[in-house]
């Protein structure tokens, strides 16, 4: 699983508080990535990160917003959670070494807005 | 921007039976990877097989095989004897150099005994 944790597994949470999800790796991995899983739409990147302070939006991007102030941890916050993100949400790391690369994935958290 | 598209969403094959999962991507890039994961129920994702964009051949991992058509942008999905443990949602992915990895909506494989 190269090591990764996320944090928690499963939340239940009420419209318009702010929700923050952790994902930690062991392996000091540079590519980071926070996707979330809905029925139909596969899995849908968030935000990614290419470093340390360094990162990016993917195709989902309103309403959340990321942190990585260090290697290990990527954090996701929903700044003012809504039932439209309840979902599965997926943190990945990309091993990205030139002609080598893999993603791991964590667990995943469950996440339900109410 | 680069998309990946499954157009199957769910398929069914009998046990020891072959069947092909369909994919296609959209880039301008010339240098990228490909990928199959399987996701059982268990929601883990398990990397099924790879394929480098500059080989021109097709990447091989026991009954798992690929048909990549650089010039067509396909990359099918083929298991060979079939096994009820293949049951799962397989997803296509899509990474280029910038390390962005893109999926698909996924095909939901059903397998009968």
């Known amino acids: 699983d190269a090591g990764i944790t996320q944090s928690p597994r499963h939340k239940v949470t009420e419209t318009g508080t702010p929700v923050t999800l952790r994902c930690h790796q062991t392996?000091?991995?540079?590519?980071m990535y926070w996707y979330r899983q809905d029925p139909g739409h596969g899995l849908r990147l968030i935000h990614y990160?290419?470093?340390?302070?360094?990162?990016d939006k993917g195709e989902v991007s309103d309403g959340y917003s990321v942190s990585r102030s260090k290697t290990e941890d990527f954090l996701l916050t929903l700044e003012s959670a809504t039932s439209s993100q309840t979902s599965v949400y997926f943190c990945?790391?990309?091993?990205?070494?030139?002609?080598?690369?893999?993603?791991?994935f964590g667990q995943g958290t469950r996440l339900t807005v109410v | 921007a680069q998309t990946v598209t499954q157009s199957q969403p769910e398929m069914s094959v009998q046990e020891a039976e072959t069947v092909t999962l369909s994919c296609t991507y959209d880039?301008?890039?010339?240098?990228?990877?490909l990928f199959w994961y399987k996701q059982p129920p268990s929601r883990q994702m398990i990397l099924v097989i790879r394929?480098?964009?500059?080989?021109?051949q097709n990447a091989t991992e026991n009954r798992f095989s690929v048909n990549f058509q650089k010039a067509a942008k396909s990359f099918s999905l083929k298991i060979s004897d079939s096994q009820l443990g293949d049951a799962a949602m397989y997803f296509c992915?899509?990474?280029?150099?910038?390390?962005?990895?893109?999926f698909g909506t996924g095909t939901r494989l059903q397998v009968f005994p």
């Open positions: 990160s290419y470093g340390v302070k360094d990162t």
């Open positions: 394929q480098e964009a500059y080989k021109q």
């Open positions: 880039t301008s890039e010339s240098d990228y990877y």
């Open positions: 992915a899509y990474q280029d150099v910038t390390d962005k990895l893109i």
């Open positions: 392996e000091n991995h540079r590519y």
């Open positions: 990945a790391i990309s091993t990205g070494t030139g002609r080598v690369t893999e993603a791991f």
